[in-house]
T-cell receptor, first 112, second 113 residues
Framework: KAGVTQTPRYLIKTRGQQVTLSCSPI?????VSWYQQTPGQGLQFLFE???????NKGNFPGRFSGRQFSNSRSEMNVSTLELGDSALYLC???????????FGPGTRLTVL | KQEVTQIPAALSVPEGENLVLNCSFT??????LQWFRQDPGKGLTSLLL?????REQTSGRLNASLDKSSGRSTLYIAASQPGDSATYLC????????????FGKGTLLTVNP
């Protein structure tokens, strides 16, 4: 069974631009979560989607948004990029609320 | 608000040593706790998941315990190997309306040959 996949793996953008990251969960998993990882803050929860509905959102500005499609694939969008948005963005999927969460390899975003 | 702390932040041991990594959390109302491993620049690999009703889980040389009432979990690694070198992260699933994992900052483990 294929794991969680994320594209692209690396991105370089400049301040003010916007970016879209993509995540494909493990087949059959309807829950997709997004996390931001930085050296200073560690791993922080962005949001979770289940069956195309956002169930929970972390403490991030409105520039961070996401969506989930009917095939459970998810996208995350960051608008008006700032230098501080440089991070590893990780996507995870799971079958149910009490099940193991599986992570993808991440997208490394660098904002210049 | 759930807070997760991992001690120590870094640990260096010789190959073959048994070791314990610690994780504590402030709110005992959890669904489960998960231990992950992260290699530099990579994603997270799930090691063990302990449900709130369980006391421990084992996988190979790894054993994780959970004491929900005291807000503590430990990850025991037996007979450590250089390939175990990585950052180990503890994450708590608080459940309810908060469908998210709250992570500790991790323990950077170095196993020296």
């Amino acid at each position: 069974k294929a794991g969680v996949t994320q594209t692209p793996r690396y991105l370089i953008k400049t301040r003010g631009q916007q970016v879209t990251l993509s995540c494909s969960p493990i087949s059959g998993h309807r829950s997709v979560s997004w996390y931001q990882q930085t050296p200073g803050q560690g791993l922080q929860f962005l949001f979770e989607y289940f069956s195309e509905t956002q169930r929970n959102k972390g403490n991030f500005p409105g520039r961070f948004s996401g969506r989930q499609f009917s095939n459970s694939r998810s996208e995350m969008n960051v608008s008006t990029l700032e230098l501080g948005d440089s991070a590893l963005y990780l996507c995870a999927s799971r079958l149910g609320i009490t099940d193991t969460q599986y992570f993808g390899p991440g997208t490394r975003l660098t904002v210049l | 608000k759930q807070e997760v702390t991992q001690i120590p932040a870094a640990l260096s041991v010789p190959e073959g040593e048994n070791l314990v990594l610690n994780c504590s959390f402030t709110d005992s109302a959890i669904y489960n706790l998960q231990w992950f491993r992260q290699d530099p620049g990579k994603g997270l690999t799930s090691l063990l998941l302990i449900q709130s009703s369980q006391r421990e889980q084992t996988s190979g040389r790894l054993n994780a315990s959970l004491d929900k009432s005291s807000g503590r979990s430990t990850l025991y690694i037996a007979a450590s190997q250089p390939g175990d070198s990585a950052t180990y992260l503890c994450a708590v699933n608080s459940g309810g309306s908060n469908y998210k994992l709250t992570f500790g900052k991790g323990t950077l483990l170095t196993v020296n040959p």
